[in-house]
């Protein structure tokens, strides 16, 4: 249930319904994102927490579902600038993605998703993974639609051209 109705001040939020309603997606997206479960785990337990503490500022301007989504972004984001994410090797070992991050029999097309520079990969996981549309997705990254749909297009003929002759074989 997406909520856009702005909650009462005085409300503590209901975290046991937001995690339900929400873990798992934020879980999956984190993970894309950062490309280490552990830390995709830490990112999606630090917005939550950031959920919680400043639940009574979401205004209802837009649905609870693209507002937590950009907390996750930010923190995701944070975590990537951090001295620490600087020193490790950014690579992702890929036979260990975690069942509950994906589902898919061939990892090929989620190798690939992982590989692609952010801006591709945030328009990429939103609509795909979230099922939200260009409209939530602009106000999630707080950039233009045609930014969304130009960043969308190019992401898809990326991927295009890295799978060519990987679907046909299927």
Request: aromatic letters at 10%; charged letters at 30%; proline letters at 2%.
């Amino acid at each position: 249930m997406i909520s856009m109705t702005a909650p009462d001040r005085n409300e503590e939020p209901d975290l046991q319904r937001l995690i339900s309603d929400y873990g798992n997606s934020l879980l999956r997206m984190c993970f894309l994102y950062l490309k280490d479960i552990r830390l995709a785990e830490d990112a999606v337990q630090d917005t939550f927490v950031k959920v919680y503490t400043s639940y009574s500022q979401f205004e209802g301007k837009s649905s609870e579902k693209t507002w937590i989504m950009r907390i996750a972004i930010n923190v995701c984001k944070n975590y990537l600038r951090s001295s620490w994410w600087r020193r490790i090797d950014g690579s992702v070992i890929l036979e260990n993605i975690p069942a509950e991050v994906h589902d898919f029999e061939d990892d090929t097309l989620l190798y690939q998703i992982i590989k692609l520079s952010s801006k591709y990969k945030e328009v990429l996981l939103l609509y795909y993974y979230q099922d939200m549309k260009i409209r939530e997705i602009a106000e999630v990254l707080q950039i233009p639609e045609s930014t969304v749909s130009v960043r969308l297009k190019r992401a898809r003929e990326s991927l295009k051209g890295k799978l060519k002759g990987w679907c046909e074989d299927a």
